[in-house]
């Protein structure tokens, strides 16, 4: 599984206007529905489902990233939303800190191991400090495409 396969190029967004957790969970749903990759009458369902999630354990794991995710039984395949924040969003984090680059992966309900080797890849990627740090830096929607090719070429050391 490919990280390119995953993310919707027009729900890349990179620079969120959210300032917390649940606006830019909000943001990147929208982002989603925006692409054609979700139906806009699951828009609230999915929001009310990644913030139960959230509630339960914060998924920003640290190092200036999250990675929300939610199984829903709206979902038909398998899609994931980035968005890069300037400002930093206060996301609960492990580590405290504030989060800079969200990952969000919605997922089919009935495929639960294609749920878990997509956060495997993102969660491969994400703990690179290099992808890290040029997902951060990225400016535009091109930027970030290029970063995913390179990742999933594995063009990119630790």
Do not use: C, W, Y
């Amino acid at each position: 599984m490919k990280l390119r396969e995953l993310v919707q190029q027009e729900a890349i967004v990179t620079d969120l206007a959210a300032r917390t957790r649940d606006e830019a969970i909000a943001e990147l749903i929208d982002a989603l529905v925006q692409a054609g990759a979700i139906g806009a009458e699951a828009r609230q369902s999915l929001i009310d489902r990644v913030l139960e999630r959230e509630r339960k354990g914060s998924t920003g794991f640290g190092k200036g990233v999250a990675v929300p995710h939610v199984k829903h039984e709206s979902i038909g395949a398998m899609s994931a939303a980035i968005g890069l924040s300037r400002a930093g969003i206060e996301f609960h984090a492990l580590d405290g800190q504030p989060v800079f680059s969200v990952f969000l992966l919605l997922s089919p309900a009935d495929r639960p191991e294609e749920h878990l080797q997509a956060m495997e890849v993102i969660f491969k990627n994400l703990s690179k400090e290099t992808f890290r740090h040029f997902l951060r830096q990225a400016q535009s929607v091109e930027e970030v495409l290029t970063l995913l090719d390179e990742a999933d070429n594995q063009q990119i050391s630790a």
